[in-house]
């Protein structure tokens, strides 16, 4: 069974930077495509950013220029760099596959407030 532990979340005022890390356990991480989601209060879990198994990235018009999507498969790792952080970026962040997701993790806080 697929572990996923989300950190670095936190609150961050306008304009600032997080890096939050995503660790999995118990499966072949590197086989798979990786994403970053999020979810803000009322609203869906929505896609932030996608890195393929390969490394190629994709972002949400709303983050890009802004957010990096990184991974480091010797330790089953994901990252999300966010730069110039905005109010509209506050929301829980997750980390799962990009496809027929495992079962999801807590999630890590980010909030983005003056």
């Known amino acids: 069974q697929v572990q996923l532990v989300e950190s670095g979340g936190g609150l961050v005022q306008p304009g600032g930077s997080l890096r939050l890390s995503c660790l999995a356990s118990?499966?072949?991480?590197?086989?798979?495509?990786m994403a970053w989601y999020r979810q803000a209060p009322g609203k869906q879990r929505e896609l932030v950013a996608i890195?393929?198994?390969?490394?190629?990235?994709n972002y949400a018009d709303s983050v890009k220029g802004r957010f990096t999507i990184s991974r480091d498969n010797a330790k089953n790792a994901l990252y999300l760099q966010m730069n110039s952080l905005k109010p509209e970026d506050t929301a829980v962040y997750y980390c799962?596959?990009?496809?027929?997701?495992?079962?999801w993790g807590q999630g890590t806080q980010v909030t983005v407030s003056s």
């Open positions: 118990g499966s072949i991480f590197s086989i798979y495509g």
């Open positions: 890195i393929s198994s390969g490394g190629a990235t």
């Open positions: 799962n596959k990009a496809r027929i997701p495992w079962e």
